[in-house]
């Protein structure tokens, strides 16, 4: 039976640096945001909900979602944030599953649900252990701030609009700490994977 492995971080913490360390591995990842992007596609049922609820005037010429006027929308109102999230993590939910059933069928032996909002979103009962990609406040801000080129000010706005890293550390099974070299990060998620039987 496949080990099913929540894998979540904040922004800035090096869970993409984690992930794509999996995939090196050849351990199966499916990332939440990849699906989120999918499932609001011309055609699929959360587009068309998505289009009912808030007008025509979200599309772009060639009729696909204006993501940054969508954006601006919801990011001010927390009442059509709520409504968008109600189309859009069922859907999510449920093409994740598919795919991890399917990958369940092919007789994986992990499989790795990259979900940035795992803790937030109440989706831990999706998997088997969760896996947080820790940071330092300080070096999470530095990092973003030379990553999106941001102020110190708009950085420190985008972190604290998540759950904070160490919230997250006592709901976690296991913790990689990613203060250091990518060496480093790599060692302790290769220590983890024998330790769960994973990699040899």
């Not at 992007?37 to 609820?53: D, F, L, M, N």
């Not at 831990?124 to 973003?144: F, H, K």
Request: hydrophobic share 40%; aromatic share 4%; with cysteine.
């Amino acid at each position: 039976m496949a080990l099913t492995i929540g894998l979540t971080g904040g922004i800035a913490s090096g869970k993409s640096t984690v992930s794509n360390m999996f995939k090196d591995m050849g351990i199966v990842l499916i990332d939440a945001d990849v699906i989120a992007r999918k499932v609001v596609e011309v055609g699929q049922e959360a587009y068309q909900q998505i289009v009912e609820a808030f007008g025509e005037d979200i599309l772009l010429p060639d009729k696909t979602i204006d993501r940054a006027k969508l954006g601006s929308i919801i990011f001010y109102s927390e009442e059509k944030r709520l409504v968008l999230n109600s189309i859009v993590h069922p859907a999510v939910r449920k093409q994740m599953l598919k795919e991890k059933q399917e990958h369940i069928e092919n007789e994986e032996k992990a499989i790795i649900l990259d979900i940035p909002l795992l803790f937030e979103s109440k989706l831990t009962a999706l998997v088997d252990r969760t896996l947080l990609v820790y940071v330092d406040y300080d070096i999470q801000l530095e990092r973003l701030m030379n990553r999106n080129n941001l102020s110190k000010q708009d950085a420190e706005a985008r972190i604290k609009s998540q759950m904070p890293l160490k919230d997250k550390i006592p709901l976690a099974d296991a913790v990689i700490t990613n203060n250091g070299s990518i060496e480093e990060t790599k060692a302790q998620l290769e220590e983890l994977c024998k330790s769960w039987g994973i990699i040899n």
